[in-house]
């Protein structure tokens, strides 16, 4: 058993309030008053300046906006949930659609009223664009939106305090460069938790160099961390409530860092280190790619109680050619090969995935051979989209680009089949008992929310004691997104 060292009590709490493309981060708010020279609980002076992060995309992108948080509140900032009372507003961007990137301008577009309404009030606000968009469009957002102050790419944003001095002093920065320093050695130690879950960072970076993807552009080539430093990592987390920890990478099952004994270990490895950890009840990992899906990776999924049943394996189209032009390094009986060695081994397991309709090129045929794939996997998530062409990706410049009606058809035609097979997925769980690890309050009082080992929503009615902990909930209906049931006697 890995045993962990005290580290100290709970620091700043988040606050995520997600839907399908935001998660703001931000500190929890009461009535406390604080006399001359306390502290708040998240370390900052009273009075300090405060941090606004609004987070668009994927979990890393949440853990990143984490940590910019916790090196600004290790700077005297406090995080704020309200963005009229920021000093410093960030938002923490994703570039792999066109919608996305442009939500970040739209965004900007409202926070310059509030920034010139914190002006004529006498208030500076600095706004910060970080994260993938900042790295792919740098200067350009500075011309596009004056509002702007501060340019930082996903590499660089542990220098955030160090930038905003900096910025005071010589006007707007764009700083997209990728230093030689490694960020996660520079970040301060985890202070915030939002609940009894948490992301944990293992992997950035991508040397796959699928033709459509923006990632090995805008987070650069593979980079693992240590073992040691994330189990140090896990076990803050672990000795600050949560209970589950979600192992994250863009291409998560590449991980090759180094272990204790000098040698690069392999994820199931990393996995089953952090199993040992005294505390954690549940491990998950994503994102996967189906050419790095071990045999011993999968064996894992047979071999430790603590790695979740559910497994994010995205295979994006069903048709060889379309494969191979997205350089995806697999075919589709490749795919369907992989989970049925998968399955195999862990039966009860369940998939999701990543799909894309209307690559350049793709025929109704071809098209038909992912519906084909689908039909044939029986998913219980999904994510599907449209292929949107990226700036300085190969796809984006192939001819034969499907136009949108034609890719708006296909996917309502692929999001109805996806759909009845999650829908069906989860009422195959009703009369089940599962393990439920409420996380937060439900809609109303004397509801909690809660995952299942499949990663599915649970509501049940509970008290609030249950929060954080892993409860037999026995399931007595499901819907389309979510499963209620009734907590089943100890």
Not at 95 to 107: D, F, G, P
Not at 109 to 123: E, S
């Amino acid at each position: 058993m890995l045993q962990c060292s005290k580290m100290g009590t709970p620091g700043c709490v988040a606050i995520r309030e997600s839907s399908a493309t935001t998660v703001l981060l931000g500190c929890a708010v009461d009535n406390t008053s604080y006399g001359p020279g306390e502290t708040t609980d998240d370390g900052a002076e009273p009075g300090a300046k405060k941090v606004f992060v609004k987070t668009f995309g994927c979990q890393m992108n949440v853990y990143d906006s984490e940590r910019m948080t916790e090196a600004l509140v290790g700077h005297g900032y406090s995080a704020t949930s309200a963005i009229e009372d920021a000093d410093v507003v960030i938002l923490n961007t994703c570039h792999i659609r066109e919608k996305a990137a442009e939500k970040v301008y739209s965004e900007l577009g409202r926070i310059r009223q509030v920034k010139d309404a914190r002006r004529k009030a006498g208030n500076d606000t600095v706004v910060t664009v970080a994260g993938c968009v900042a790295q792919a469009e740098g200067a350009e957002i500075v011309h596009r939106a004056p509002v702007v102050d501060l340019v930082v790419g996903p590499q660089s944003y542990h220098r955030l305090p160090e930038l905003l001095r900096r910025r005071k002093a010589e006007g707007r920065i764009v700083e997209t460069a990728f230093p030689e320093e490694d960020k996660f050695s520079k970040l301060p130690k985890r202070r915030t938790i939002g609940g009894p879950t948490a992301f944990l960072t293992v992997q950035e970076g991508c040397d796959k160099f699928c033709t459509f993807c923006v990632v090995p552009y805008t987070r650069g080539m593979e980079y693992s961390r240590p073992v040691a430093e994330l189990a140090e990592e896990a076990c803050r987390l672990v000795e600050r409530g949560v209970k589950e920890i979600t192992l994250l990478g863009q291409n998560v099952n590449a991980y090759h860092g180094e272990g204790p004994d000098g040698r690069p270990w392999p994820l199931a490895k990393l996995i089953g280190h952090l199993a040992s950890i005294d505390g954690l009840k549940r491990l998950r990992y994503t994102t996967s790619h189906p050419h790095d899906m071990s045999d011993d990776l999968i064996a894992a999924h047979r071999d430790q109680p603590k790695l979740m049943p559910f497994l994010h394996l995205p295979f994006q189209a069903g048709a060889d050619r379309i494969l191979a032009a997205m350089n995806r390094k697999h075919t589709a009986r490749g795919y369907l090969s992989l989970v049925e060695r998968i399955r195999r081994t862990r039966p009860d397991i369940a998939l999701s995935t990543d799909i894309i309709v209307g690559f350049p090129g793709e025929s109704d045929s071809e098209f038909e051979a992912t519906l084909d794939v689908v039909r044939e996997v029986g998913f219980a998530q999904a994510f599907s989209f449209k292929f949107s062409p990226r700036p300085g990706t190969p796809a984006a410049n192939m001819s034969d680009q499907i136009p949108d009606e034609i890719k708006s058809r296909r996917l309502a035609r692929l999001q109805e089949l996806l759909d009845s097979q999650q829908t069906r997925f989860n009422a195959s769980c009703v009369g089940r008992t599962v393990p439920v690890l409420f996380e937060k309050p439900g809609r109303h009082a004397g509801q909690l929310v809660g995952r299942s080992p499949y990663l599915q929503l649970v509501h049940a009615e509970a008290d609030a004691a249950w929060l954080g902990r892993i409860v037999p909930v026995e399931i007595s209906c499901a819907a389309a997104n979510s499963l209620s049931g009734v907590i089943s006697p100890l």
